[in-house]
């Protein structure tokens, strides 16, 4: 990839140190990249917030970019250039991405071939947005990492979140029995809507207790979003064999080893990026199969203008909890 300056094309939210939502800064004046020879150059309509991408801002992540960097990698736009040996798309094409080189809280961004996809003509820019890391992240947690198998029950802790959402669609999807948590009417409500058998408010004291006497047993998996705060409890609601799939946690977590070892339950880390190509290629045959029949379909949530980044930020990971996906609009 490489850079060249076209003045007033490209508005880019470019973070120059680490830090809290405020070093996310608008600039109007950064060089438009260009694509190299298998790489598409997009016009960025809407762009996904993700977690991860605040973790990493704040300089707490294992991966911290080299400064100054640009955040995103679920963008969806139009293709507005191609490089030369890239045969798959061509100008004008509606588009979605998994990944970006330049990065996605921008006008226009640059990612690698392999990590665009087609845009299905149903769904909205922001709903492209809602894509990448949300289902990626879902699928990966759900059958590349617990193996879940039809007829088992899954727990999905947070639920109404872009991540959420995907693994509630993913598992009704794969035959499962899917239950859900959110922290707000509105959060439980989507849910609902989503596919989800049963939902539980999980700010309620004995919500836990609620799970378990709808199972009996307890759940086979759970999709873990917040596991500083409910890993604890996660083993506790398993059945034997169970497993823990944690895609999320803000800080360390006390547990009793014991809680794994007669039920012989298993805790399993998530991380999109140990993804292999082998891995990648699966998932996105089964997205795609997913939009073709209808069943995946990402809930929108609030919609922030790309200036507004920094609050986006702030409330994705300050607010009263989390109704669908967070994206920027450009």
């Known amino acids: 990839m490489n850079t060249t300056q076209t003045p007033g094309l490209n508005h880019s939210v470019c973070v120059s140190e680490f ?82 080189l330049s990065g996605g809280y921008a006008e226009l961004c640059v990612a690698e071939e392999a990590s665009v996809f087609r845009l299905p003509a149903g769904l909205s820019p922001e709903q492209g947005a809602a894509l990448g890391v949300p289902y990626c992240t879902a699928h990966r947690a759900l059958v590349t990492r617990a193996h879940a198998k039809a007829g088992e029950t899954v727990l999905i802790h947070g639920a109404s979140g872009g991540v959420g959402v995907a693994a509630v669609q993913l598992g009704r999807a794969l035959g499962l029995r899917v239950l859900g948590t959110a922290g707000t009417r509105g959060g439980l409500d989507l849910v609902l809507q989503q596919g989800a058998h049963q939902v539980f408010n999980h700010r309620e004291e004995d919500y836990t207790h609620k799970i378990l006497a709808t199972g009996g047993a307890g759940v086979d998996v759970v999709l873990e979003m917040l596991a500083n705060l409910n890993l604890g409890a996660d083993l506790q609601m398993l059945r034997q064999g169970g497993r823990v799939a944690v895609v999320g946690s803000r800080g360390s977590v006390e547990i009793n080893p014991r809680d794994t070892m007669a039920k012989e339950s298993s805790i399993l880390g998530v991380a999109l990026a140990s993804a292999t190509p082998e891995e990648r290629e699966e998932c996105m045959a089964a997205l795609s199969t997913g939009m073709e029949e209808g069943w995946l379909r990402p809930s929108v949530g609030r919609c922030y203008p790309l200036k507004m980044a920094a609050q986006a930020h702030q409330d994705l990971m300050e607010g009263p909890g989390a109704c669908g996906k967070t994206v920027l609009t450009m």
């Open 19 to 100: 830090g809290g939502p405020e070093v996310l800064r608008l600039l109007s004046d950064v060089p438009v990249p260009t694509p190299g020879r298998r790489q598409v150059l997009i016009r960025v309509r809407a762009c996904g917030v993700n977690p991860v991408e605040t973790y990493i801002r704040s300089g707490t992540y294992a991966r911290r970019p080299p400064l100054p960097y640009t955040p995103g990698s679920d963008v969806s736009g139009e293709v507005q250039e191609v490089g030369e040996e890239v045969t798959s798309f061509k100008a004008g094409e509606r588009v979605f991405t998994t990944a970006t």
